[in-house]
Structures are given as C-alpha cells and as structure tokens.
C-alpha cells in the first residue's frame, strides 16, 4: 500500500537552532517527492521537487534530500517567519499526489 | 499574477444539503486538481480535471462531482452532505506539460456541515 509517513508530528525549536524533518515513503514508481509549506488557514506553497536519490535541492534556510526510503527537510538557524507546517507529498505516475500528515513547525524568538 | 483564486472562503451547510465550490486557476495553468484536507490531516486527491474532462479520480464516492469550463476554471459539487464532509477543500492548479513544477494551491473553502 502507498503510504508517506511525517515525523515528528510537531516540533519546537528555539531561533538558531537547526534540525531536521522527515518523510518516509512506501510508493511505487516514484515520479518525484514534493515539499510543501502551509501556513494556518492557507494553500500548501509549493518548496521543493526532488526526483532521484541523492539528490538536493536548497531555499535560503531549507535544504531537502532525498534516499530511497526517505527524504529529509532540513532547517538551518530557523527564525519565527520559517514556523508553519511542513508537508511532503509523493507522485505516482499519473496525476495524484500523496499526502503525510505533516509536520507542525513552531520556531520561538 | 493572481494565483488560484477559491470562493467562498467559508461555508456553513446543513447535512443532506449540496454545495457547489468555485476555483479559478492560475493565469496560464489548464489543470485543475481538487483536495479535502480534514484538520490535522494531509490533503486527499478528490479528482483532476484537464482538457474539460475528470482525467483521474481519488478515492472518493460519486456524491462528490466536478465540472471544468472552457476557460479552465472549475467547480466542486458535493450532494448529499454528510457531517464527515466538513474540511478544507483546496484547490491546485498546474500546466499539464510542466508537471514537475508541482502546483499552485488556492486558499480554500472551509466546510462546515452541521
């Protein structure tokens, strides 16, 4: 069964201190994995596509990475403005997208 | 450059009613994908219309419709409105040869059916 799995489900940090977020997938015929940002009351905005592992992909603060079984955001010296939850999704041939639940950023001054 | 543009933003149904949602793409996009986000859930693909036609279908039952106009703007319709119904539908638009690009999410509809 297709799945993607997020953890943690939340995540503290102080402004400065760098961590990691990260996205376990189970899909067959991978066609790319995508990072999403959405902020409260809003549309996910789209961040990074990675396609093959190994790969990377960076913006400002954020770095995503992709293996064969995960992919990771990372999030270095985050400030409050990066708080937000983080969204990977997984793409299957075809036109649908597969979700995680999210992971739920919360950077303090 | 408007980007998708949902309306309403929010709406308040009664269970056994119908709802139409409205998505207007973004400018230059001919995709139109539709998504239920229940709270603290991930979005679940509902359906992708392309060309005025639903090319591909989640797992939804078929209380849940669509329609894509010429212009490529869409519509959502729900009949039979159940109280599990309630959720954030959003709306994303893509250009069918750029499909790595990811796609460009409207703000959405909040539903609440009581």
């Known amino acids: 069964e297709d799945q993607v799995t997020q953890s943690p489900e939340a995540l503290r940090l102080q402004e400065g201190e760098s961590s990691s977020l990260n996205c376990s997938y189970t899909?067959?015929?991978?066609?790319?994995l995508f990072w999403y940002r959405q902020d409260p009351g809003k549309g996910p905005e789209f961040l990074f596509t990675?396609?093959?592992a190994g790969e990377e992909k960076e913006k400002e603060r954020l770095k995503a990475t992709l293996t064969k079984k995960e992919s990771f955001l990372h999030i270095t010296a985050p400030k409050p403005e990066d708080s937000a939850t983080y969204l990977c999704a997984a793409k299957k041939p075809g036109n649908q997208f597969y979700f995680g639940t999210g992971t739920s950023l919360t950077v303090i001054p | 450059d408007a980007g998708v543009t949902q309306s309403p933003t929010h709406l308040i149904k009664t269970r056994g009613q119908q709802v139409t949602l409205r998505c207007s793409p973004k400018?230059?996009?001919?995709?139109v994908s539709w998504y239920q986000q229940a709270l603290g859930q991930g979005p679940q693909f509902i359906f992708q219309?392309?060309?005025?036609?639903?090319?591909q279908r989640g797992n939804f039952p078929d209380r849940f419709s669509g329609h894509q106009f010429p212009n490529y703007s869409s519509e959502l319709n729900v009949n039979a409105l159940l109280l599990g119904d309630s959720a954030l539908y959003l709306c994303?638009?893509?250009?069918?040869?750029?499909?790595?690009?990811?796609?460009?999410f409207g703000s959405g509809t909040r539903l609440t059916v009581v």
């Open positions: 899909v067959s015929g991978l066609r790319g």
């Open positions: 994303a638009s893509s250009l069918d040869r750029d499909r790595g690009r990811g796609y460009t």
């Open positions: 990675l396609y093959s």
């Open positions: 400018s230059g996009h001919d995709t």
């Open positions: 219309y392309y060309e005025e036609e639903e090319r």
